[in-house]
Protein backbone atom coordinates (compact mmCIF):
# COMPACT_ATOMS: atom_id res chain seq x y z
CA UNK A 1 0.00 0.00 0.00
CA UNK A 2 1.25 3.47 -0.99
CA UNK A 3 2.18 5.87 1.85
CA UNK A 4 1.66 9.72 1.50
CA UNK A 5 4.79 10.91 2.48
CA UNK A 6 6.66 13.10 0.03
CA UNK A 7 5.48 16.23 1.77
CA UNK A 8 8.04 15.45 4.42
CA UNK A 9 10.63 13.16 2.96
CA UNK A 10 12.70 15.61 0.39
CA UNK A 11 13.03 17.87 3.24
CA UNK A 12 14.09 14.74 5.53
CA UNK A 13 16.69 13.54 2.76
CA UNK A 14 18.30 17.04 2.22
CA UNK A 15 18.88 17.51 6.66
CA UNK A 16 20.89 14.15 6.47
CA UNK A 17 24.13 15.29 6.08
CA UNK A 18 23.46 18.69 8.08
CA UNK A 19 21.88 16.68 11.44
CA UNK A 20 24.14 13.68 11.86
CA UNK A 21 24.79 12.54 15.54
CA UNK A 22 25.86 9.69 17.19
CA UNK A 23 23.95 6.50 16.16
CA UNK A 24 22.08 3.98 18.07
CA UNK A 25 23.15 0.80 16.42
CA UNK A 26 20.43 -2.17 16.21
CA UNK A 27 17.40 -0.05 16.53
CA UNK A 28 14.30 -0.33 14.71
CA UNK A 29 13.78 -3.01 11.88
CA UNK A 30 17.86 -3.17 12.14
CA UNK A 31 18.53 0.26 11.85
CA UNK A 32 20.80 2.88 12.84
CA UNK A 33 18.86 5.68 14.73
CA UNK A 34 19.80 8.95 14.45
CA UNK A 35 18.39 11.86 16.65
CA UNK A 36 17.64 14.81 15.54
CA UNK A 37 17.80 18.43 16.64
CA UNK A 38 14.28 19.67 16.44
CA UNK A 39 11.11 19.07 15.41
CA UNK A 40 11.32 22.67 13.57
CA UNK A 41 13.03 20.70 10.58
CA UNK A 42 10.07 19.06 10.06
CA UNK A 43 7.73 22.19 9.50
CA UNK A 44 4.69 20.04 7.66
CA UNK A 45 4.66 17.78 10.81
CA UNK A 46 4.34 20.66 12.86
CA UNK A 47 1.36 22.04 10.89
CA UNK A 48 -0.25 18.42 11.30
CA UNK A 49 -0.45 18.32 14.94
CA UNK A 50 -1.39 21.82 15.12
CA UNK A 51 -4.18 20.71 13.08
CA UNK A 52 -5.27 17.73 15.60
CA UNK A 53 -5.31 19.86 18.21
CA UNK A 54 -7.53 21.84 16.68
CA UNK A 55 -10.19 19.46 14.80
CA UNK A 56 -9.91 16.38 16.78
CA UNK A 57 -12.87 17.84 19.45
CA UNK A 58 -11.33 16.69 23.11
CA UNK A 59 -13.64 13.80 24.71
CA UNK A 60 -15.31 16.58 27.36
CA UNK A 61 -16.93 19.06 24.68
CA UNK A 62 -18.07 15.59 22.13
CA UNK A 63 -19.94 14.13 25.34
CA UNK A 64 -21.73 17.43 26.10
CA UNK A 65 -22.25 18.41 22.62
CA UNK A 66 -23.77 15.14 21.65
CA UNK A 67 -23.13 16.58 18.09
CA UNK A 68 -19.28 15.16 17.90
CA UNK A 69 -18.31 12.34 15.60
CA UNK A 70 -15.55 11.03 17.61
CA UNK A 71 -17.95 10.09 20.23
CA UNK A 72 -17.98 6.57 18.89
CA UNK A 73 -14.21 6.73 19.15
CA UNK A 74 -13.98 7.93 22.60
CA UNK A 75 -16.65 4.87 23.74
CA UNK A 76 -14.40 2.76 22.15
CA UNK A 77 -11.45 3.76 23.85
CA UNK A 78 -13.15 4.40 27.56
CA UNK A 79 -14.63 0.27 27.13
CA UNK A 80 -10.43 -1.05 26.86
CA UNK A 81 -8.68 1.18 29.25
CA UNK A 82 -9.21 -1.29 31.68
CA UNK A 83 -7.78 -3.87 29.87
CA UNK A 84 -4.03 -4.91 29.93
CA UNK A 85 -1.65 -3.34 27.84
CA UNK A 86 -0.65 -5.69 25.36
CA UNK A 87 -4.69 -6.33 24.81
CA UNK A 88 -5.29 -2.72 24.15
CA UNK A 89 -2.73 -2.34 21.39
CA UNK A 90 -4.65 -5.02 19.75
CA UNK A 91 -8.01 -4.28 20.00
CA UNK A 92 -6.53 -0.35 18.76
CA UNK A 93 -5.03 -2.27 15.91
CA UNK A 94 -7.89 -3.68 14.81
CA UNK A 95 -10.46 -1.00 15.85
CA UNK A 96 -8.25 0.95 13.01
CA UNK A 97 -7.52 -1.54 10.17
CA UNK A 98 -11.89 -2.53 9.77
CA UNK A 99 -11.52 1.06 8.12
CA UNK A 100 -11.09 0.36 4.14
CA UNK A 101 -8.11 1.47 2.84
CA UNK A 102 -8.72 4.46 0.51
CA UNK A 103 -5.56 6.40 -1.48
CA UNK A 104 -5.14 10.53 -0.99
CA UNK A 105 -5.52 11.15 -4.10
CA UNK A 106 -9.31 9.43 -4.57
CA UNK A 107 -10.32 10.45 -1.08
CA UNK A 108 -9.11 14.18 -0.87
CA UNK A 109 -7.73 14.67 -4.69
CA UNK A 110 -3.86 15.25 -3.62
CA UNK A 111 -0.85 12.84 -3.90
CA UNK A 112 -0.45 13.78 0.25
CA UNK A 113 -2.41 13.94 3.07
CA UNK A 114 -2.54 13.64 6.53
CA UNK A 115 -6.11 13.04 7.71
CA UNK A 116 -6.53 13.89 11.56
CA UNK A 117 -8.70 11.34 13.95
CA UNK A 118 -11.77 12.78 12.72
CA UNK A 119 -11.13 12.73 9.31
CA UNK A 120 -10.34 8.95 9.40
CA UNK A 121 -12.82 7.71 11.05
CA UNK A 122 -15.30 9.87 8.71
CA UNK A 123 -13.84 9.32 5.43
CA UNK A 124 -11.23 6.34 5.85
CA UNK A 125 -7.94 6.95 4.58
CA UNK A 126 -4.22 5.45 3.84
CA UNK A 127 -1.10 3.67 5.53
CA UNK A 128 0.05 7.11 7.74
CA UNK A 129 -3.76 7.89 8.85
CA UNK A 130 -4.45 3.96 10.17
CA UNK A 131 -1.24 4.95 12.16
CA UNK A 132 -2.02 8.79 13.15
CA UNK A 133 -5.42 7.16 14.70
CA UNK A 134 -3.68 4.24 16.58
CA UNK A 135 -1.09 6.95 17.99
CA UNK A 136 -3.33 9.06 19.50
CA UNK A 137 -5.87 6.58 20.65
CA UNK A 138 -2.85 5.25 22.98
CA UNK A 139 -1.89 8.47 23.45
CA UNK A 140 -5.41 8.91 24.86
CA UNK A 141 -5.15 5.40 26.65
CA UNK A 142 -1.81 6.41 28.91
CA UNK A 143 0.75 5.32 26.55
CA UNK A 144 3.57 7.71 27.13
CA UNK A 145 4.75 9.78 23.90
CA UNK A 146 8.45 8.07 24.52
CA UNK A 147 6.78 5.12 23.83
CA UNK A 148 5.49 5.79 20.62
CA UNK A 149 6.30 6.35 16.88
CA UNK A 150 5.15 6.61 13.92
CA UNK A 151 7.27 4.66 11.34
CA UNK A 152 8.03 6.30 7.25
CA UNK A 153 9.75 3.28 5.67
CA UNK A 154 9.92 1.67 2.30
CA UNK A 155 8.42 -2.03 2.07
CA UNK A 156 11.31 -3.78 0.11
CA UNK A 157 9.11 -6.26 -1.14
CA UNK A 158 6.36 -4.20 -2.56
CA UNK A 159 8.65 -1.27 -3.38
CA UNK A 160 6.59 0.82 -2.21
CA UNK A 161 6.18 3.72 0.62
CA UNK A 162 4.07 2.96 3.92
CA UNK A 163 3.38 3.44 7.26
CA UNK A 164 3.12 2.04 10.67
CA UNK A 165 3.02 2.62 13.87
CA UNK A 166 5.76 1.32 16.89
CA UNK A 167 5.43 0.59 20.41
CA UNK A 168 7.86 0.16 22.99
CA UNK A 169 6.48 -2.34 24.85
CA UNK A 170 8.64 -5.03 27.37
CA UNK A 171 11.95 -4.67 25.98
CA UNK A 172 10.85 -4.67 22.20
CA UNK A 173 9.31 -2.23 19.31
CA UNK A 174 6.19 -4.00 18.80
CA UNK A 175 4.34 -2.77 15.09
CA UNK A 176 1.09 -1.89 14.41
CA UNK A 177 0.26 -2.05 10.55
CA UNK A 178 -2.78 -1.67 8.84
CA UNK A 179 -1.61 -4.65 6.54
CA UNK A 180 -2.29 -7.17 9.42
CA UNK A 181 -4.37 -7.88 12.47
CA UNK A 182 -1.53 -8.91 14.82
CA UNK A 183 0.47 -7.31 16.50
CA UNK A 184 3.97 -8.54 15.89
CA UNK A 185 7.79 -7.47 16.77
CA UNK A 186 9.83 -5.17 14.54
CA UNK A 187 12.54 -7.84 14.86
CA UNK A 188 9.84 -10.34 12.81
CA UNK A 189 9.62 -8.53 9.90
CA UNK A 190 11.82 -8.17 7.36
CA UNK A 191 10.91 -6.45 4.59
CA UNK A 192 10.67 -2.86 5.98
CA UNK A 193 13.39 -0.70 5.70
CA UNK A 194 12.70 2.50 7.85
CA UNK A 195 13.40 6.00 6.66
CA UNK A 196 12.61 8.31 9.31
CA UNK A 197 10.11 8.13 12.77
CA UNK A 198 8.68 10.53 14.50
CA UNK A 199 6.23 11.45 17.42
CA UNK A 200 4.92 14.34 19.58
CA UNK A 201 8.55 15.58 21.13
CA UNK A 202 11.29 14.19 18.64
CA UNK A 203 12.13 12.89 15.54
CA UNK A 204 14.61 9.88 14.22
CA UNK A 205 16.51 9.85 10.77
CA UNK A 206 17.14 5.84 10.22
CA UNK A 207 20.24 4.60 7.95
CA UNK A 208 20.78 1.03 7.36
CA UNK A 209 23.60 -1.22 9.22
CA UNK A 210 26.55 -2.21 7.00
Not at 101 to 119: F, L, S
Not at 134 to 159: A, C, H, M, P, Y
Amino acid sequence: MRASYSLLIIGVILLIPLTWSSPTYAGLFGSQELPQRSLSELPDWLSYMERHLREDTPEQICRESGLCNLKPWYNFLNSIKGLPKRQQLERVNQYANRQPYIQDIDNYGKEDYWAVVREFLSRSGDCEDYSLTKFFSLRLLGFSNDELRIVVLQDTNLRIGHAVLAVKYGGDELILDNQSRQVISHRSIKHYTPLYTVNEKRWWLHMPVY
